[in-house]
């Protein structure tokens, strides 16, 4: 087998290591087997990958299978529950709220940059004495300060970059979301099966 194929089924039985050993070896045989079996029929082993999924995911999955097939309380089972939603929970805990939080910040920053550097700039060429317009600015320090024309050009180009990290951010959040809707929904499909 491909070296490639081989570390993935690594990282699978490492993110199985919760399953008793049985289990995880049969369900490393399964996936093992069925590597094989594509490539013999000559499918290249990027697609094999690609087909089978992230290995976190599939490993969720199989934790998930596990989970639906007992209803009685047992100490491996009790560990599979735990395995499973550090799995799938541990990672929502950080990823959902941050991308959430910097997603929109970002795209609000992105956005307010330009316009305080444009009202910075009216002001200085209108001579309109807004107040508090001193106080928005950006400088180097003490020794290098910029006119306010230069200084809404620089604002408008962060502005732009802060307002497309806002927009990666978001397609990351909702793109990580799909991902978590779809193993689940896989989950749910299997276990109707």
Known sequence: ??????????????????????????????????????????VPAETIIERLGNPKDLAKAYLGDLLSKESRFRWNRFLTVCAFYSLVGFSGMFVIPCLGIIAPAFIVL???APVLGAVKMIDYIFNLNIPYMENIGISLGEMVTFNPVTEFIISLIVGVLICLAGRIAWKLLVLYCRKISKTAGRLSYEERE
Do not use: W
């Open 1 to 42: 087998m491909e070296k490639v194929l081989d570390e993935y089924l690594e990282k699978m039985e490492k993110y199985l290591k919760p399953i008793p050993v049985s289990e995880r070896v049969d369900i490393i045989n399964e996936i093992k087997s069925e590597m094989q079996e594509l490539q013999c029929n000559g």
């Open 110 to 112: 992105g956005i307010g």
